[in-house]
C-alpha cells in the first residue's frame, strides 16, 4: 500500500512538474496548439499606435452581421480551395476588435439611416432620419432645419482634407448619405420623393443636398456608387437603360451642375471605360453614378450593360485621388449590397458582396500606410441569417447540413429568421434534390414575409492604424466616430483652423 | 377554365400533344439568368431556343399579377413581393420574362417555385391585350408548382 502511495504521489508530482513545461504537454506538438502559440507571440508583440491619424478609410458592410462574417469567411476560403473554417478574411486579422451596440433613439432594432448617422456623427437618432439630432421626428422637415449635425467628413472638408464617399448602392441610399444629407427622412433621394409638405418647408432632397454640398470646404473629391435616377429629371433618358428615364420633377441635370461647379479637374463618369480612363494624378474630382439604381451585385457585375467597377477598384482609384491631398483624407467605402441580398433571402449574394468588401479592404491596405491610416471594417445593423446544425468540416457552407429536421427532410447550414424563403401556411421543402449552392437559391425562413427583416444583435468593429486599440469591449454605435475624431485630431485640427 | 395548378398540366399536356411534343423531363431548359450574355445580349443559347420555336422550361417565380383573371404573368429569376408593373419607379429586375398563357391564370404566392413551359421570343414587342412592352416573352405557356 505504502508503494503504491509512493508511486502514485511520484505519478502526481511528475504530471504536475509537466504541467509547467508548456512545451513538454502532450499536446505541445499538436498544429492547433503551435498555430495558437504563434497567434499569442504576435499578440505579444504588437503596441498600440499613437500617432495622429491622418487619413481615415471607414468600411460599412451594410447589413454586414457577425454570421456574415463567419459564413463569408469560410466561403472565401472553400472558392479558393482551402480550409474555411479556419480560413481569415482581411479584415479578420486586424489587431483591434470590438462590438457594436447598434440600437437607435427609438428602436431597438435599427435601419441604415440613424446607424450611418451614429458612426460619423457621434450621437444616436431616431430611425428614418439622417444627419440630423434625435429630436427631429420622421419627416418633420421643419425640425430638419433646426437640428442639422455636423459629420466627420464635414469637420474634415472645414480642415482642407479631402472627403469621399463610395457604394455600391445608390449614393443617396442612407450608409453613404450620412457623410453630407441633413434629412427627416432617408426616402427623400429626389425632389419627386418629397411631401409637399416638405417642399413647402424648404427641405431639400438628398440628391440635391449631395451636389450642393460644402459646409465650410470645397465639396466632396470623390462620390462613386449608384443611383443616377435620383440626379436626372424625368425627361431624361438615361445613358445605359434604353427607355428608362430620371425621376427629378425640377427639370435639374444635376451631374451637369456638379462639373460646372467643381471647376477644372472635375469629372463625371458612369461606365467601366470611362473609369478606366480615369487619371488619379490629372483628377481632382470625381462623381461616378454607375447605375441607374444600386449598383450590379458582384455575382452579377460581369453582365452590366456598361460595365462596372468592383468595390476594390473604385476603393484604390478613390485612394490614389484622396491621396493627392498632403492634409490628408477621410474616406467611407459601402458594400451596400450585403443587405439587400440578405433582405431577398439570398445568402449566396449576400457573401459574394462581403467577399467584395474583403478585396476592397485588401485593396485599400495595399495603398496606405498604417502608421498614418486609421483604418475601421464594421456593419451598420444585423440580419437574421443563422449558421446552425452540426455540419462536418470542410461542409460547403451554402449546402445541406448532414443531418435531417425532425419533419425527415434536410436543411441548410444557412438560414433565416424570416422573409421570402418561407411558404405562407405551407410545410417545409423537402431540399433533397435542390441545389442549394446555386447563386440564386433562397434559403428557407420561419416567418413568412416578403422582405427579410434586420437583426438587433451587436456587430463587430474591426480596426487597425492609429488609435485602433480603443476599439475594445463592448461600445455604442456611435463612438466610432469619438474614436475616428480623436485619432484624427479633428477638432486640434478646426481649432488651428 | 382557370390554370396553373398541377392538375391542369395533364389534361393540358393531352390536348396540347402536338405542341408540346416532348415529355417534360425531355424538354431543354434555361434559367432567366442564362437568357443573357450580358443586360445588353441575350446568350446563344437563348437565341437558339427562340430560333427554333422549341418548347422549353424556364424555372422561376410568378410576380404578384396586375390584375384579376389575366391569362399572362411575369416570370422572375427570384421572388418579388411587388408587382413589377405597378410602380412606374419600381426597382424591378432587367431579366424579367413575360409569360402569355392561353387561359386565365390562378396566381400563386411570389415565392412560389414553379417551372414555366412555353415558346420563347426575344426582342422588344408590345403585348396587344395589355400593352406591355417587353423583350423576352414565353408564349403559349402553362406553368406547373414544384
Same mark, same amino acid.
Given at each position: ?7 502514485s ?32 507571440q504576435?499578440?505579444?508583440m ?32 472553400? =472558392? ?7 480560413n ?12 457594436s ?8 432594432i ?11 456623427t ?36 472645414e ?15 442612407a ?8 434629412t ?7 425632389d ?28 466632396f ?7 443616377r435616377?435620383?440626379?436626372?429629371? =424625368? ?6 437603360d ?14 451637369? %451642375? ?25 483628377? =481632382? ?10 449598383m450590379?451585385?458582384e455575382?452579377?457585375r ?37 443587405? @439587400?441580398? @440578405? ?21 485599400a ?6 502608421n ?44 433565416y ?20 449552392t446555386?447563386?440564386?437559391y ?6 413568412p414575409?416578403?422582405? %427579410? ?32 475624431? @480623436? ?11 | ?20 411534343a416532348? *415529355?417534360?423531363?425531355?424538354?431543354e ?31 422561376g ?12 404573368f ?7 413581393a ?10 424591378? *429586375? ?18 412560389? *417555385? ?24 414565353l ?8
Amino acid at each position: 500500500m505504502k508503494r503504491l502511495l509512493v508511486a502514485s504521489a511520484l505519478a502526481g508530482a511528475m504530471c504536475a512538474n509537466v504541467a509547467y513545461a508548456a512545451d513538454q504537454l502532450p499536446q505541445a506538438n499538436d498544429s492547433y496548439f503551435l498555430a495558437a502559440q504563434q497567434t499569442l507571440q504576435q499578440k505579444l508583440m504588437e503596441q498600440d499606435n499613437t500617432n495622429r491619424a491622418k487619413n481615415i478609410i471607414l468600411f460599412v458592410g451594410d447589413g454586414m452581421s457577425i454570421p456574415t462574417v463567419t459564413a463569408a469567411r469560410i466561403f472565401e476560403g472553400q =472558392k479558393r480551395g482551402v480550409d474555411g473554417e479556419s480560413n481569415s478574411l482581411v479584415f479578420g486579422q486586424f489587431p483591434n476588435v470590438a462590438l457594436s451596440k447598434t440600437y437607435t433613439h427609438d428602436a431597438q432594432i435599427a435601419d441604415s439611416a440613424p446607424t450611418a448617422s451614429a458612426m460619423v456623427t457621434g450621437v444616436k437618432l431616431n430611425n428614418g432620419t439622417i444627419g440630423v439630432s434625435k429630436d427631429v421626428a420622421r419627416r418633420d422637415c421643419e425640425a430638419q432645419k433646426a437640428n442639422p449635425l455636423i459629420s466627420i467628413a464635414a469637420q474634415a472638408e472645414e480642415k482642407g482634407m479631402s472627403t469621399g464617399w463610395i457604394s455600391t448602392a445608390r449614393l443617396t441610399h442612407a450608409t453613404p448619405a450620412a457623410n453630407y444629407v441633413h434629412t427627416a427622412d432617408r426616402n427623400w433621394e429626389s425632389d419627386s420623393d418629397l411631401t409637399e409638405e416638405a417642399k413647402a418647408g424648404g427641405c431639400k432632397d438628398i440628391a440635391l443636398q449631395m451636389i450642393e454640398w460644402k459646409e465650410g470646404g470645397d465639396g466632396f473629391e470623390v462620390a462613386m456608387g449608384g443611383g443616377r435616377r435620383m440626379f436626372m429629371d =424625368k425627361t431624361m433618358e438615361d445613358p445605359e437603360d434604353k427607355g428608362k428615364m430620371g425621376q427629378r420633377s425640377d427639370g435639374r441635370d444635376l451631374p451637369k %451642375e456638379w462639373v460646372k461647379a467643381a471647376g477644372a479637374g472635375a469629372e463625371y463618369i458612369w461606365n467601366q471605360e470611362q473609369f478606366d480612363k480615369l487619371d488619379p494624378a490629372k483628377t =481632382k474630382k470625381v462623381l461616378g453614378l454607375f447605375d441607374r439604381s444600386h449598383m450590379e451585385y458582384e455575382a452579377d457585375r460581369a453582365k452590366d450593360a456598361a460595365g462596372e467597377p468592383s468595390l476594390a477598384e473604385m476603393t484604390e482609384k478613390a485612394i490614389d485621388i484622396l491621396g493627392n491631398n498632403d492634409k490628408g483624407f477621410f474616406l467611407m467605402v459601402e458594400a451596400g449590397r450585403i443587405d @439587400h441580398a @440578405h433582405h431577398d433571402g439570398n445568402a449566396a449574394r449576400a457573401l459574394e458582396d462581403t467577399v467584395a468588401l474583403n478585396d476592397a479592404v485588401k485593396a485599400a491596405m495595399g495603398k496606405v500606410n498604417l502608421n498614418d491610416t486609421l483604418i475601421i471594417v464594421t456593419a451598420d445593423h444585423a440580419h437574421t441569417m443563422t449558421i446552425s446544425g452540426y455540419a462536418s468540416r470542410g461542409n460547403p457552407i451554402l449546402g445541406l447540413s448532414e443531418e435531417k429536421g425532425d419533419d425527415g427532410k434536410p436543411y441548410t447550414t444557412l438560414g433565416y429568421m424570416n422573409g421570402p424563403g418561407a411558404l405562407k401556411d405551407e410545410v417545409r421543402a423537402d431540399l433533397t434534390n435542390v441545389d442549394t449552392t446555386d447563386i440564386d437559391y433562397l434559403q428557407q425562413a420561419l416567418v413568412p414575409m416578403s422582405s %427579410e427583416t434586420h437583426a438587433g444583435d451587436d456587430v463587430a468593429i474591426f480596426a487597425a492604424g492609429p488609435w485602433s486599440h480603443l476599439f475594445k469591449g463592448v461600445v455604442e454605435q456611435n463612438f466610432i466616430y469619438h474614436v475616428m475624431a @480623436h485619432a484624427s485630431k479633428i477638432q486640434d485640427r478646426m481649432a488651428s483652423k | 377554365m382557370r390554370i396553373g395548378r398541377r392538375t391542369f398540366i395533364a389534361g393540358a399536356s393531352a390536348t396540347l400533344g402536338l405542341v408540346f411534343a416532348k *415529355p417534360a423531363f425531355a424538354r431543354e431548359k434555361i434559367k432567366i439568368r442564362d437568357l443573357y450574355k450580358t443586360q445588353a445580349e441575350f446568350s446563344d443559347q437563348a437565341k437558339s431556343f427562340a430560333a427554333s420555336r422549341e418548347v422549353i422550361n424556364v424555372p422561376g417565380f410568378m410576380a404578384p399579377p396586375l390584375k384579376a383573371d389575366a391569362s399572362f404573368f411575369v416570370l422572375t429569376q427570384r421572388p418579388m413581393a411587388v408587382c413589377p408593373f405597378c410602380e412606374t419607379s419600381a426597382d424591378w *429586375p432587367s431579366d424579367i420574362v413575360f409569360v402569355r398563357t392561353s387561359k386565365i391564370v390562378d396566381a400563386v404566392a411570389f415565392n412560389r *417555385p414553379i417551372m414555366t413551359t412555353g415558346i420563347l421570343e426575344l426582342g422588344e414587342a408590345k403585348d396587344e391585350e395589355t400593352g406591355f412592352v417587353s423583350l423576352v416573352r414565353l408564349v403559349d405557356a402553362q406553368f406547373e408548382i414544384l
